[in-house]
């Protein structure tokens, strides 16, 4: 994530969108529900998107880039909140929703 001058709500509005539109795709909403993503997040499929979108990362991201997550982006309460604050800034979403996503990212990718 770049959170530079240029930056301007950009990431923020990427990740929004990816959570919130990845469950359209038929095969994922299938895996959503085979996989438990749903029961596990009580039925809430933003919720559930989340925690599968950050198993997906940490499946397929290489070592040495789940390392700079962790240290640049999880470990980071500034930018993490930054993240929130941004993604309900420059999307529809509530504050309250975006920390909940927010944090099932987090938890998940930090091996939660």
């Known amino acids: 994530m770049d959170f530079g001058i240029e930056y301007q709500g950009k990431d923020a509005i990427d990740i929004y969108y990816v959570i919130k539109?990845?469950?359209k795709i038929p095969a994922v909403v299938d895996a959503l529900y085979g996989q438990?993503?749903?029961d596990a997040q009580d039925y809430?499929?933003?919720r559930?998107?989340?925690m599968m979108l950050a198993d997906e990362i940490a499946a397929i991201a290489k070592e040495?880039?789940?390392t700079y997550i962790k240290q640049a982006l999880l470990s980071n309460k500034r930018v993490l909140e930054r993240l929130?604050?941004?993604i309900t800034k420059h999307t529809v979403a509530g504050y309250e929703e975006v920390d909940?996503?927010?944090e099932i990212i987090k938890d998940r990718l930090d091996g939660g």
């Open 44 to 46: 809430d499929i933003m």
């Open 84 to 86: 929130k604050v941004d």
């Open 48 to 50: 559930a998107t989340a």
């Open 36 to 38: 438990d993503y749903m």
């Open 100 to 102: 909940i996503l927010i």
């Open 64 to 66: 040495k880039t789940m």
């Open 21 to 23: 539109h990845y469950s």
